[in-house]
């Protein structure tokens, strides 16, 4: 079983993941990043910054 490492839920997970792969938590709609595929592990994907070109 995996969770959410933001609100703990159990996410459901689709066969053939792909370490990299960008998810989404059904419960709290965070944007998830699978880091590893064997255990299956996943953190949250950081904020995108503000670039102002400098």
Not at 23 to 44: A, F, I, K, N, W
Not at 48 to 53: H, P, S, T
């Amino acid at each position: 079983m995996t969770e959410c490492p933001v609100c703990g839920a159990e996410l459901s997970l689709s066969d053939g993941l792909v370490k990299g792969e960008l998810m989404e938590c059904d419960d709290c709609g965070s944007e998830l990043e699978v880091t590893s595929v064997d255990p299956v592990t996943v953190q949250e994907t950081p904020e995108a910054e503000e670039d102002w070109g400098q």
